[in-house]
């Protein structure tokens, strides 16, 4: 038991340095010098660090932060959650990185897919896809852990976690695809302080999943945070298709670039 917690601290010690050196590369990456012109600004750095915290300001960037938070704290409950509460118990630990690894390759082998998705099916249709997948995955872990038990899994079948694993690698890919695209077109003169935005709320996503399992909340606690705020998300992203003339599915057309750009 003892060297039980000992490596649940150690774990949970690594996973907050992680998170440190995480945030720390993120914010040293704003003191990369830039190559000097005659139309150089003084105080550049100062300049840097106002222009990523001013950007807050944007109502786009405002509607978009939570979404980038989500991406954070859903990865964050996969590497740290899924593994330990799910994996191990029916499949064994020694199993994985082989569910992992199912996660990986669905999601590396959609992303290039998506423009394409993007294009023929619109952008809205494919958030709605990233949205659904994500919550099959928790709604059956919602079940499991609240009227049966995760281990239950085991007895219907083993194939389920690399599924659920598979699924959640879809919707993965459609986030992270989806955010990039919409950051690098909101914001094409503001690139650096939008990415820079990003990576912080992101950050912050894994930061309170890691901090959650340090809590020691129950499964399904954790659950129903991340519907929540992918809840939450949906609507902000809804609310943002509203404002913008032609909807999400027009971004990327130079008409709605210019408009975008003037509001």
Known sequence: YKRQVSTQSTGYRLCFIYLGLATVGNLLFLLLDQPETEDSQPFQLTTKFLQTFHLMKDKRMLLIIPIILYSGLEQGFLFGDFTKE?????????????????????????SPMMGHAYDRYGKKHVVVLGFGSHYLVFLVL????????????????????????AIYGLG????????????????????EAAFSNLKIWQSCGYF????????????????????????????????????????IDSLGDEASRDVEKAN
């Open 208 to 247: 309170f999943a890691f901090y959650f399992g340090a809590l020691e909340m129950s499964m399904s606690s954790k659950l129903l945070v991340n519907v929540v705020v992918l809840l939450v998300s949906c609507l902000l992203l809804y609310a943002l298709d509203k404002k913008i003339s032609g909807g």
């Open 86 to 110: 799910v994996i191990t118990p029916v499949l064994g630990a020694e199993n994985i990185g082989f569910v992992i690894c199912v996660y990986a390759i669905v999601s590396a082998c959609s």
């Open 172 to 191: 993965d890919a459609i986030w992270m695809t989806f955010i990039n695209t919409i950051m690098s077109i909101f914001f094409t003169d503001k690139s």
């Open 142 to 165: 919602l079940i499991y852990s609240n009227w049966y038990s995760i281990e239950d899994l085991k007895q219907h079948s083993r194939y389920y976690i690399y599924a659920m694993a």
